[in-house]
């Protein structure tokens, strides 16, 4: 490809509403171009990405056993109603209908389609197991996207769907995908980890995140240097304190005029904020249609981690009560609301309110609030784990030190069991002639997302520094003066002796300042970079390495060997 022929649109400065590294640098080398919010036009540069990622997934899929299909993007109602997601997947789903009025969705996923694949077409223990996977569009409408292609409302995505006969070999499957997605993401040159999370409207149980670690990431994670532990903050267990040896005082009420918050009664009591208590109200809707008042409690320097609650309590969802129903419930507003005398509410409570002596709570009363108030002795509740684990708790494992980070979640590895094909009928005949669901497994990646990791991860204050596996192109030959006929002819035989060793290359021929085309060369990422310039009489020219930034002198015949035995190293490590 040359330069002077090629669609690059490069701009100087980032863009006003690209708030992290990879949204600012994909717009600014050209890769994507908005079209509205979250949607994006991918440009031949990104494309390429695009491609290189497709391109490893296909092949650690393949190795693994996985047959690629294709599903519509387009899907009808009438499967989602069964699996009970229709309703369950709220307003992040894009719903329409066709002109006979029948309901249709823009998949944000594809459970419900490949469960009928299998279900029309496997029918014997003797076909099973089956690995099959799909790369393309998904659709979510996303209350607040952002960050360019990392959140957006369409994206590109890799799902593979796993059936087994049993629960042993769902196992084999899902270690499969959980070595094939290592390789994956390693082959991108990403630095990540594996954590526990949840499995949020996928549903199943036992699931596992890929996330790659980036100082922007949208994830929050907690992770153990000692025993290898990690996880969501969403998912991950709250270690559970020894039981307070504090002598149990009685019950008081104290007049706390204007206090509604923990910060405020910690300073108008001056009691540590570890022995306060809040509660919160939740109206939780079941799937029977049932609504229930949810009060549930965690200590004052604590956050309820609202999906642990939903979870426990089986909801089909939560949300926050307004003040008007609590103030109805509890005969208080919010800020003065409690657990003791506490009716007509299901009670909710952490381990560490079980376990903590003497707190202060709210009294039910405006203005007043109560000390001396302990969990079974004044108030009783549901106990379990409803808090938020931070960086400095301890790790449920090991019980050593947690640390904390952020991450961008770029693959999702999940254990369905048998949630869609009972609902389905997705029913295979053993050896003996009985019927028994399939047991599945899904295993997604975020193609688009996954290239906007690598740029998170992979940058400087010049632009990007892609990993040769998944570099548009591996290099740059640069012209540095185009009316130069000894340097254009030079470097126009470099470029063709890089194209013919195998080496994805670009010329830049432009009729431009040297310093612009270098500058574009960092901004665009190529691994190396060819100059060709006031040596080219002696058939000398420069090789530069983008993320090292060392340079090297060589012969036009040498460079280009140079540069094609290095991209075949980078690419013979997958």
């Known amino acids: 490809m040359r330069m002077s022929q090629a669609f690059m649109p490069t701009l100087r400065e980032n863009p006003a509403d690209a708030e992290i590294p990879s949204h600012q640098l994909m717009v600014r080398a050209g890769l994507i171009r908005k079209v509205a919010p979250g949607i994006y036009n991918l440009l031949p540069f990104g494309l390429r990405a695009v491609r290189k990622v497709e391109a490893i997934v296909r092949e650690e899929m393949d190795r693994k056993g996985g047959q690629e299909c294709l599903m519509p993007l387009l899907l009808p109602a009438e499967p989602w109603i069964q699996t009970g997601r229709w309703g369950d997947y709220g307003d992040e789903m894009f719903r329409l209908k066709d002109r006979h009025q029948r309901q249709f969705c823009l998949a944000p996923t594809h459970e419900e389609v490949i469960t009928q694949i299998a279900r029309d077409d496997v029918t014997s223990y003797r076909q099973l197991p089956q690995l099959l996977y799909h790369i393309g569009n998904k659709y979510r409408d996303e209350i607040r996207p952002r960050f360019g292609v990392m959140r957006g409302r369409e994206f590109i995505m890799k799902d593979l769907y796993s059936f087994d006969v049993d629960p ?89 005029p204007g206090v509604h918050t923990i910060q405020e ?19 939780a809707v079941y799937h029977d249609g049932r609504e229930e008042m949810v009060a549930a409690m965690v200590l004052g320097h604590r956050e309820l981690n609202e999906i642990k609650m939903k979870n426990l309590t089986g909801a089909m969802h939560v949300t926050m009560a307004p003040a008007e129903d609590v103030t109805r419930v509890t005969g208080a507003p919010p800020g003065s609301a409690g657990p003791v005398g506490l009716q007509n509410a299901r009670v909710m409570v952490d381990r560490e309110i079980a376990v903590t002596r003497n707190m202060v709570t709210g009294a039910n009363d405006d203005g007043y609030h109560l000390t001396g108030v302990n969990f079974s002795r ?46 389905l009928g997705c029913l295979f005949t053993d050896e003996s002639g009985q019927q028994h669901p399939m047991v599945m497994g899904c295993y997604g990646i975020g193609i688009t997302r996954t290239v906007a990791a690598v740029i998170e991860q992979c940058h400087d204050e010049n632009g990007i520094m892609w990993p040769v596996s998944v570099a548009p192109y591996h290099a740059t030959v640069v012209c540095v003066n185009s009316a130069d006929e000894v340097q254009a002819s030079l470097a126009s035989s470099v470029y063709e002796e890089l194209g013919r060793l195998g080496v994805e290359a670009v010329l830049d021929d432009r009729e431009e300042r040297a310093g612009v085309k270098f500058k574009d060369a960092d901004l665009l990422g190529f691994p190396f970079r060819i100059n060709v310039g006031k040596k080219a009489p002696q058939g000398v020219v420069e090789v530069v390495e983008r993320r090292s930034g060392q340079v090297w002198e060589h012969g036009a015949t040498e460079a280009a060997q140079y540069v094609a035995q290095r991209v075949k190293e980078a690419l013979s490590q997958g």
């Open 168 to 256: 042993e070999g769902l196992a084999v499957s899902y270690d499969k995908m959980y070595d094939a997605y290592a390789r994956i993401f390693t082959r991108c040159g990403l630095e990540f980890r594996v954590v526990e999370a949840d499995p949020g409207a996928i549903g199943g149980s036992g699931t596992h995140e890929f996330t790659v670690l980036a100082e922007h990431g949208e994830s929050e994670i907690v992770y153990c240097d000692a025993c290898g532990f990690a996880a969501n903050v969403e998912k991950a267990e709250a270690v559970a304190p020894e039981a307070s040896k504090e002598q149990e005082l009685p019950m008081g009420k104290v007049a706390t």
């Open 265 to 283: 009664l910690v300073g108008c009591l001056g009691v540590p904020v570890e022995k306060t208590a809040k509660i919160l109200f939740y109206w």
């Open 378 to 423: 004044d108030f009783s509740g549901e106990v379990s784990d409803l808090r938020y684990v931070r960086e400095g708790d301890i790790c449920p494992r090991c019980r050593q030190v947690l640390r904390g980070g952020r991450g961008i979640e770029v693959g999702q590895l999940f254990k369905l069991w048998t949630k869609y094909s009972e609902s």
